[in-house]
């Protein structure tokens, strides 16, 4: 039973979980209304920006990381936040992984050589106005960054296991537009991951270790 338990949060696990869960989803499930239900309105309509980002499980044996970044303080939108790397989707760009892949290049340099694709989860409506495709990759160990300052102040990773545990999925809220609205915190040491990231990471954990 302790073998199982060390490699249940294993990249190859994760790879193959990833592999059998169908994302294909049409009825916006997902996102920030799904805590709050009173502003589906606001945030599940026809013009949303589209949006990619890459969920990077770093392979460290039987104990996988999730790699995040720290915007840059100096972004007009989600400036200090932790984040995925990812952004808008580009006319250019062949498909939604192809837009994950390319944002984070751009952001951290990380090469496309050394991910390995494995699958996406169903899009994610956040309340700023974005429908985001978050897609699934497996990260080589043998990695080496280099990070973009005028985007990202800093990278870091997260045991997976810490992650997919609920009991660390707290439900917080704050008044916005005078309501409340409510959102995942996820305290890791130094890091505050909450809004959008911890929705995204939730959702994860639904789909995939629930």
């Known amino acids: 039973m302790a073998v199982m338990s060390r490699s249940l949060f294993s990249a190859n ?3 193959r979980r990833a592999t059998r869960q169908d994302p294909i989803r049409h009825d916006d499930d997902y996102g920030d209304h799904r ?5 589906r309105e606001m945030f599940v309509r ?7 980002v890459l969920i990077p499980v770093v392979d ?6 999730i790699l995040l970044t720290k915007r840059a303080e100096a972004l007009r939108n989600h400036s200090g936040q932790v984040a995925f790397p990812g952004g808008r989707i580009d006319p250019q760009d062949a498909s939604v992984e192809d ?15 050394s991910i390995d694709v494995v699958g996406r989860l169903p899009d994610y409506v956040s309340g700023s106005g ?11 160990p043998d990695f080496s960054l280099i990070i973009n300052p005028h985007e990202v102040d800093s990278v870091f990773e997260v045991p997976l296991r810490f992650l997919m545990d609920p009991a660390n999925h707290t439900r917080d809220s704050r008044i916005w537009e005078e309501r409340e609205r409510f959102f995942y915190r996820m305290p890791y040491e130094d890091w505050m991951i909450w809004g959008v990231t911890a929705g995204i990471i939730h959702a ?3 789909r995939l270790y629930a």
């Open 13 to 15: 696990e994760f790879r």
């Open 35 to 39: 805590l709050n239900p009173d502003f």
């Open 46 to 52: 026809k013009q949303l920006r589209d949006a990619a």
């Open 60 to 65: 460290r044996g039987s104990e996988a990381t």
């Open 99 to 113: 837009a994950a892949l390319r944002e984070t290049m751009e952001e951290v340099g990380l090469v496309r050589d």
């Open 130 to 140: 974005y429908r985001i495709a978050p897609v699934l990759g497996v990260v080589r």
């Open 204 to 206: 994860l954990y639904e």
